[in-house]
């Protein structure tokens, strides 16, 4: 007698990540109560289950959904605002002082709606933010029905979240145990960066984590200035600031990493660190280059985030993979290094990896939550099919995702999100220009800068 599942997916190849460089032909993966109940021959899966609904999808590659590992979602808001700037003047002169009028709770919410419309338009099933007010990003990911990990921020000075690192980081936990029962979400604490941080306030955050058992996601060694300040201010790298603190362990996750020596990349490897690689921002803000292979040679857990959109300016993690590939090779100077099946698995298994989340999602294996990405390659721009992998990362477009699932729970459907009104949305998206601009003016006449 067949067995009962809710969801029967038959694609032409599935890409389960676990093992690396694997795809399956003439395979199905069934999903039941939200999770991977099985991934076998499309035949015998047809002879076992007994499904509530099929969903047949020739000419689709099935992926894990994508992880997103380091965003700022709300900043979706300013894509294009302040554009062509090195990272101080852009932040100190444009994004800050915008950010210190305007983000309140439904700023947050529009622009993390935004681009938690696009991630999921994109094939990503879960990111990882850094942001103010997360219980607002909380409330928007979960009636979105995407999974997320919220940041509990901690800065120095005040915003319209907090006052003082203190309030940071009591409403940081308040926030967590007010959505600690819902499985879509988990938080992180998020430290800036060493240079908008205290040595006291990172010593109570890590007293937090390590009681709490909670990881650590904060910017680190993004840019040479950063690195020269602390060493002319402080008189040590922050990498070294940060293993002196007791910082630099298996719970921390590092993003950017674009300024390391081999020495440290040792030290990241010797004590479990993940990196959260952003190429795209990077090159932009023209920060630098993580030097990727060299990290996973040493063993390193590298994931890959897109940034915030006000410096990528999208969050697309098919052309972050892209990317990602391209400039990992240039900077090893070698052809083999970063190959596609690497790439695929920095945007999935390497990023739930780094959240903690790796026995729960990024990859297809039976037992995980059933977070999924059909991408179309039948397409003129994706034929002919040589390696679907290697299509997928060299050469698909957002465009060609057409069916996601988060916990089994269909978000996307031929192109169409199921659960948001887009054109209510564009509206008040539109709504924020004048606004914003208004805040910009000021700014410049408050600073005489024209």
């Known amino acids: ?37 099985a991934l076998l021959p499309r035949k015998e899966a047809r002879d076992l289950y007994r499904p509530e609904e099929t969903v047949r999808l020739p000419g689709h590659a099935l992926t894990p959904g994508f992880i997103n590992a380091h965003t700022h979602s709300a900043m979706s808001l300013l894509r294009g605002f302040a554009d062509d700037l090195p990272l101080k003047t852009w932040l100190n002169e444009h994004i800050w002082p915008v950010e210190g009028k305007l983000a309140g709770p439904d700023f947050i919410r529009d622009g993390a709606e935004l681009t938690i419309a696009e991630m999921l338009r994109g094939g990503t099933t879960c990111f990882n933010d850094m942001y103010f007010f997360p219980d607002v990003v909380a409330r928007c990911a979960s009636r979105m029905g995407i999974r997320a990990v ?155 985030g897109t940034d915030g959109a006000a410096s990528n300016n999208d969050s697309d993690m098919l052309g972050e993979m892209r990317t990602a590939a391209l400039l990992g090779k240039a900077v090893a100077e070698d052809p083999a290094a970063l190959p596609a099946e690497e790439v695929l698995a920095m945007a999935t298994i390497h990023g739930a990896r780094a959240l903690g989340l790796e026995e729960e999602t990024g990859s297809l294996m039976p037992g995980k939550w059933a977070d999924l990405a059909a991408i179309r390659l039948d397409q003129v721009e994706t034929i002919p099919v040589h390696n679907p992998l290697s299509q997928i990362v060299y050469a698909a477009g957002r465009d060609q995702v057409d069916h996601v699932w988060v916990g089994g729970r269909r978000v996307l459907a031929d192109g169409q999100l199921v659960h948001v009104d887009e054109q209510e949305l564009q509206e008040r998206i539109q709504a924020w220009t004048g606004p914003i601009n208004e805040a910009r003016d000021a700014g410049r006449e408050a600073t005489g800068n024209d």
């Open 1 to 37: 007698m067949s067995e009962r599942v809710d969801l029967l997916i038959e694609p032409d190849w599935i890409i389960p990540v676990e093992p690396a460089g694997r795809v399956l032909e003439n395979h199905a993966l069934a999903v039941h109560e939200g999770r991977i109940a």
């Open 150 to 304: 919220l940041g509990m921020i901690v800065i120095e000075f005040p915003t319209p979240w907090a006052q003082d690192p203190a309030e940071y980081l009591s409403r940081g936990l308040q926030v967590r145990d007010e959505f600690k029962s819902d499985p879509l979400l988990s938080f992180v604490f998020a430290p800036h960066a060493p240079y908008t941080v205290s040595d006291d306030s990172f010593e109570r955050l890590r007293a937090y984590a390590d009681e709490l058992e909670t990881r650590i996601h904060m910017h680190l060694h993004e840019t040479a200035d950063e690195v020269a300040d602390a060493e002319k201010e402080q008189g040590e790298r922050p990498l070294a600031r940060m293993e002196r603190l007791g910082l630099l362990n298996p719970s921390l996750l590092a993003v950017h990493m674009t300024q390391l020596s081999d020495e440290e990349i040792r030290r990241v490897a010797e004590h479990g660190a993940s990196v959260v690689h952003c190429p795209e921002s990077n090159l932009k803000l023209a920060s630098g280059f993580c030097p990727t292979a060299r990290l996973l040679e040493a063993g390193v857990n590298v994931a890959l």
